[in-house]
């Protein structure tokens, strides 16, 4: 027995002391365990980015709809300031004073009730000014160019006709948006029909009939020529003349010498601008500035027909058998040409060549002074010519 002992012994000893075997169902819930953990982590980090961005997303959201809020309020400032400019007994405008407390244009106005939103929009006489001089277009005349600001505000109101208390809590968006109005200058250089940079410029040719009414049949800077004249034309004017040779301008007749604005503000504010004749439609029954960037051309499948005033930038030109018929002032930068039947009641300005042809129809032209105050009435009225700016919000 003492000689088993020791090898008993030993062999308790090397059983101990041996590490125990790894249980694998252990290890594999322990690499699930960290792998759900890094999902959970990840999970969290994509759901807190995911919430970053959805906030900022939905401030930035707010702030382009309070901002186009505003934006709208201070463009019926705008809007009221110009209609007050346009219904003023007396013309052009030469005082801005609307009301009797003298704070200008002041208007309160609820938005939303369900968010307790309000609009405030101000035009005061210190944010109106005239710019006449300033554009030197006045000549000499006060009123005619006016530079607006317009102040709309966003802010919050507990009910709908709460008045606007100017601190950091209530103001939600402010917005100050400037724009030019200005009152179109017709002036024609000669009061007469067909008016002409050069008189040898001028071609009357047989079956037109130029009518110059209470003015003259044509009209065109002194010692130019003579125009050319065809027996079989009628042109008839004033008692004392038929031709008046009073416009002594040698240099070519500008848009602003006739509207008191440049071709590109014309454009700006027409109507109707296009790049060709066959683009204009002109409603039939009401006055409107239409402009055409570049050589224009009206023929029977589309003829030329309607009032107000017509600004060709190029040649024009009125093809036989369009029966094109037009009241008001036509402008053109270059040259004019008309074939009958046609007739134009009121005004042509022509910056180049001038040819009028009939057949055995009528190319007509009639100088008519009432429709060209009519058209400075409606269409001559204050009208916006710059884009509204913002200046700050």
Not at 294 to 299: E, I, L, N, P, Q
Not at 322 to 348: D, E
Request: hydrophobic fraction near 40%.
């Amino acid at each position: 027995m003492e000689n088993s002992s020791p090898h008993l012994s030993r062999l308790e000893l090397t059983e101990s002391s041996a590490p125990p075997p790894w249980d694998t169902n252990e290890q594999g819930f322990a690499t699930i365990l960290t792998v759900l953990v890094v999902i959970a982590i990840l999970a969290i980090a994509v759901a807190s980015g995911y919430m970053a961005f959805r906030n900022s997303f939905s401030a930035s959201q707010r702030q382009l709809t309070w901002n186009g809020q505003a934006i709208n309020i201070a463009e019926s400032g705008l809007l009221e300031a110009l209609s007050w400019f346009r219904t003023q007994p007396v013309q052009p405008v030469t005082r801005f004073d609307p009301g009797d407390d003298h704070k200008g244009i002041v208007r309160e106005f609820s938005i939303s009730q369900s968010h307790h939103y309000c609009g405030r929009y101000e035009v005061t006489p210190n944010a109106v000014r005239d710019i006449s001089a300033l554009r030197r277009r006045s000549r000499g005349q006060d009123g005619l160019v006016w530079e607006i600001q317009s102040i709309g505000l966003l802010y919050r109101c507990m009910t709908p006709d709460s008045p606007y208390i100017h601190n950091e809590s209530t103001l939600v968006h402010r917005v100050v948006l400037s724009s030019e109005i200005q009152r179109l200058q017709l002036k024609l250089p000669g009061h007469a029909a067909v008016i002409s940079q050069k008189a040898d410029a001028i071609t009357v040719g047989a079956g037109a009939r130029i009518d110059g009414g209470e003015g003259s049949a044509l009209s065109f800077p002194l010692n130019t020529g003579s125009p050319t004249l065809s027996p079989r034309a009628v042109i008839l004017g004033a008692p004392s003349s038929r031709l008046d040779p009073v416009y002594a301008k040698q240099r070519p007749i500008t848009a602003l010498d006739v509207f008191g604005i440049s071709s590109k503000e014309y454009k700006e504010i027409a109507d109707f601008a296009v790049p060709d004749a066959a683009q204009l439609t002109l409603p039939p029954n009401d006055l409107s500035m239409s402009y055409i960037d570049g050589d224009a051309v009206f023929d029977r499948n589309h003829p030329l027909v309607g009032k107000g005033i017509l600004f060709v930038d190029g040649s024009l030109t009125i093809e036989a058998n369009s029966s094109s018929s037009f009241f008001g002032l036509i402008y053109v930068t270059q040259s004019y040409t008309q074939y009958a039947p046609s007739q134009i009641s009121g005004s042509i300005i022509a910056g180049g060549s001038v040819l009028i042809e009939g057949s055995f129809d009528l190319a007509e032209v009639t100088f008519n002074s009432d429709i060209l105050s009519i058209i400075l009435r409606y269409l001559g009225q204050y009208r916006f010519t710059r884009p509204q700016l913002k200046a700050q919000s």
